[in-house]
């Protein structure tokens, strides 16, 4: 069965520091999202991409982030100078196009640890 | 008011039991609902779309209620594999590109 893949699966790095997260979509998925969740919190959304344009993002998703697809494959998430408070866990999510009642399937995500 | 609400939960069950979750929304122009769940420190995991008509899978049962803005989701002879928290997720469709917004989730616990 298709899955969404995501690396690395936890990343630890220093506040200030530059951070890029990694997803692969399902392969026939033309639509990506990003969301986090932040321990003991509900999942959050944070942006979603769509032909290779964000279609819409949150108020968290502020100009420290940026998303890219750098090739048919990969779709990424840049936090350019972390903070404390970025230390979540990162999900990646994809959905096909079509009448597929928005399904989204999620990555196994990325433990952001920012010390 | 939230956008989407859950039973705060937690619910500790015994094995065969039968759960029902509930859960409110507050956009009227949601289009699309489900269920996922999440096992601690994992991602959610899709567990049913829920349809205006209603639909089941197996032991699930979803309901959507427009009207009232109202989903629930019942699980009929529970088994120690379905302890999970579970998430009541919402769409709002339109142009919305498909965000999906989150409740708080509820936390199951079955045991023997």
């Known amino acids: 069965e298709p899955e969404v893949t995501q690396t690395p699966s936890h990343q630890v790095t220093q506040m200030g520091q530059e951070v890029i997260l990694r997803c692969v979509p399902i392969?026939?998925?033309?639509?990506f999202y990003w969301y986090r969740q932040i321990l003991g919190q509900k999942v959050e959304f944070l942006v979603s991409f769509y032909n290779n344009e964000i279609s819409e993002k949150s108020e968290i998703f502020d100009d420290q982030f940026s998303v890219e697809r750098p090739d048919g494959s990969n779709f990424t998430l840049k936090i350019r100078s972390t903070k404390l408070e970025d230390s979540a866990m990162y999900f990646c999510?994809?959905?096909?196009?079509?009448?597929?009642?928005?399904?989204?399937?999620f990555g196994p995500g990325t433990r952001l640890t920012v010390t | 008011r939230k956008e989407v609400e859950q039973d705060p939960g937690p619910f500790n069950v015994p094995e065969g039991a039968t759960v029902a979750f509930n859960c409110t929304y507050s956009n009227s122009a949601s289009q699309s609902f489900f269920w996922y769940r999440q096992d601690c420190r994992k991602e959610p995991k899709l567990l049913m779309s829920?349809?205006?008509s209603g639909n089941e899978d197996g032991r699930f049962t979803a309901q959507l209620n427009r009207a009232s803005q109202y989903i629930s989701l019942l699980i009929r002879d529970s088994k120690l594999s379905d302890s999970a928290t579970y998430l009541c997720?919402?769409?709002?469709?339109?142009?919305?590109?498909?965000?999906?917004?989150f409740g708080q989730g509820t936390i199951l616990t079955v045991h023997p």
């Open positions: 997720v919402v769409n709002a469709g339109g142009t919305s590109y498909g965000k999906l917004t």
């Open positions: 392969s026939n998925h033309l639509y």
């Open positions: 829920v349809y205006s």
């Open positions: 999510a994809s959905r096909a196009t079509g009448w597929v009642r928005y399904e989204q399937y």
